[in-house]
């Protein structure tokens, strides 16, 4: 299977192991024409990119840019906040990325002591009597995030959150979001990726490479593309260059 550009990768500006350039470098030996540095958003409790960082990123790539034959974009992988569905993104930092990645991850600082208590903690709870509510809440608040703000992609659907994919997948194949799968963990059933496949969403594969020799590494999608079945004309990065909703929002693509 031929990809021509990975959309998940994490460098020292988060907590990767490799410098910008040294992703990139392994984005050109797998023969990409395109990659994106996405670290983790500025709300994680941990590994977040602070925002004068971005500076220093763009700097970055802009000395890199012209001695590598592919695009470097640089973006972010914002974190889902409260049942509203804030993201830890402003206004302003729209403008600065090419990309918005989005997923739910355990360790952020919820937008409001409201969402600590209606978002943050319940969904550190284990499976309960209340799981079928808590999904519900989870899901309006997926869709409620891409509707308010311009976000390409759906990163590791289900990884340590309970949402209802195909619901959200519905949104995104209206909206031209895409729903990852994610190198390194596919937290759907088979059913769940079947069942979101019907929906005609547009699926993206990317590593999440928290070290250079990762970036690229398909390993796990390919077995999964295999064995399901699934149309590779769905797969927007499979043969072919996405469209990324954010850049035509912009008008740049
Ligand atoms: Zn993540
Ligand atoms: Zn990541």
Known sequence: MKFLGDYHTHTIYSHG???????????????????????????????????????????????????????????LETNLQSNEGHIDLKPQDIDKLDI??????????????????????????????????????????????????????????????????????????????YIELNGKRISMTEEEVLATAETGVGFIVNSDAHSPDKVGDFTVQEEWIKKLNLNPDQIVNLDKIPKFRSRKLKGLD
């Open 100 to 177: 918005i990645l989005c997923g739910y991850h355990k360790f952020i600082y919820p937008s409001s002591l409201k969402a600590f208590f209606s978002f943050y903690m319940p969904n550190k709870l284990p499976r309960h009597k209340k799981s079928d509510l808590r999904k519900g809440r989870n899901t309006e608040a997926y869709l409620k995030a891409i509707n308010r703000y311009p976000i390409d992609i759906i990163v590791h659907p289900k990884y340590g959150i309970e949402m209802n994919v195909v619901e959200i997948a519905k949104e995104c194949k209206r909206l031209g979001v």
């Open 17 to 75: 192991l490799g410098m910008i350039e040294h992703n990139v470098i392994q984005a050109v030996k797998k023969g990409f024409k395109q990659i994106a540095i996405t670290d983790h958003g500025f709300r994680h409790v941990v590994f977040n990119v602070r925002r004068f960082d971005f500076k220093y990123m763009r700097q970055d790539i802009e000395r890199i840019k012209d001695k590598y034959d592919i695009d470097i974009f640089l973006g």
